[in-house]
């Protein structure tokens, strides 16, 4: 069963200002038209590593928590291909569960920002408290304004915004680790 979502693709399609016209015919079919606004420039696409090369590696553990099972199995996968050992989760109750279970260092939490039930701030709070040395990388795939209700985008955040590719994800973490 699907979980429900804060914002599903008509919520997006509205927030961005856009509409949505559907014609359904018995027997025919259905089809659905999205209308968004022109814009006169592309957005800016946060942080770009130019000519990212190879994905870095590295062996450090770090939990992922995504409540989408397609994002993180793949986001799982891109991790593990780079050395990285992984603990995951689908939700905040089940993250702080394997956290409180595992005895050694968790170096980096990567996290969702926006989730069913606890959020990925809180969520970072209470891990932190089990693992004060533990560094977080949050990422969202909803606009920067919904982002910043939820406490998240200030200036000592990391932060990495979907859709993101497998190796500007690695990047992204070797810098986080490094600081």
């Known amino acids: 069963m699907r979980s429900s979502r804060p914002l599903d693709s008509h919520g997006i399609v509205k927030q961005s200002d856009g509409s949505i016209d559907v014609y359904s015919e018995p027997g025919v079919g259905t089809s659905f038209k999205i209308y968004l606004p022109r814009v006169e420039q592309a957005a800016p696409t946060g942080k770009s590593w130019p000519a990212l090369g190879a994905a870095p590696r590295g062996t450090e553990t770090l939990m992922l928590v995504e409540d989408e099972d397609a994002v993180r199995a793949l ?37 969702n920002v926006v989730m069913p039930g606890m959020g990925g701030r809180v969520l ?55 600081n």
Do not use: W
């Open 124 to 178: 970072a709070e209470r891990l932190q408290s089990l693992h004060p040395e533990m560094k977080v990388l949050y990422f969202s795939g909803y606009t920067d304004d919904s982002v910043v209700r939820h406490g998240i985008l200030h200036e000592n955040v990391n932060f990495l915004q979907k859709p993101f590719s497998p190796n500007a994800l690695a990047h992204q973490i070797r810098e986080v680790l490094a």
């Open 75 to 111: 986001t799982r996968f891109t991790l593990q291909q780079c050395g990285y050992t992984v603990l995951e989760a689908s939700h905040g109750e089940e993250a702080i569960q394997v956290a409180t279970n595992h005895r050694e260092k968790i170096h980096l939490l990567v996290t």
